[in-house]
């Protein structure tokens, strides 16, 4: 029974991680005119994920998030803690795509993409270990206000990340 409720749950999310990749491939930029259509289309998925909540009655059901979805798909994709260099800019347009990148975090992103310079194309770098050295350091520098919440946020969706990574099975 457990596991027939995981598996529903496992496709639920799957669908509705379809469903939220198909809106953000066929968005197009916010006019007045496609409004109604987008409000349209966001209330399409919630209403699929109050569907989904309200089949699994039950009050032990966890349902994630849309953003943990996300951040999970995203995480089965790319590896924060060594990141092939080729990867960077597919890694950011992945982020922006699920709109898991705000506009204050996108900045502080450059740190990111700084560390990679004079690096192989074959290297891996540790974007997780670059923001968290990088939000230490501004604490310690005492940066500005913006500049420290721009660094804190990536570093919180790169913790997120990273926590969200599968784990491989170790062979006994």
Not at 1 to 11: D, E, G, L, P
């Amino acid at each position: 029974m457990a596991s027939a409720v995981a598996s529903n749950q496992q496709q639920e999310a799957a669908m509705l991680l379809s469903a939220l990749s198909n809106y953000l491939q066929h968005q197009h930029a916010s006019t007045a005119a496609n409004a109604d259509t987008d409000a349209v289309k966001v209330d399409a998925v919630a209403s699929t994920d109050t569907k989904a909540t309200e089949d699994n009655a039950s009050p032990a059901a966890y349902v994630p998030s849309n953003r943990a979805v996300l951040v999970s798909a995203v995480a089965s994709e790319f590896n924060i803690q060594a990141l092939p260099v080729n990867e960077v800019g597919g890694f950011q347009a992945r982020l922006q795509q699920y709109g898991l990148l705000s506009d204050q975090a996108l900045n502080a992103l450059a740190l990111v993409n700084t560390a990679r310079e004079g690096l192989a194309e074959d290297d891996t770098i540790d974007a997780l270990g670059i923001i968290d050295q990088a939000k230490t350091k501004f604490d310690e520098l005492g940066a500005s206000y913006s500049q420290r919440k721009q660094v804190s946020q990536l570093h919180t969706l790169f913790s997120n990340l990273a926590s969200a990574r599968p784990v491989a099975k170790m062979v006994s």
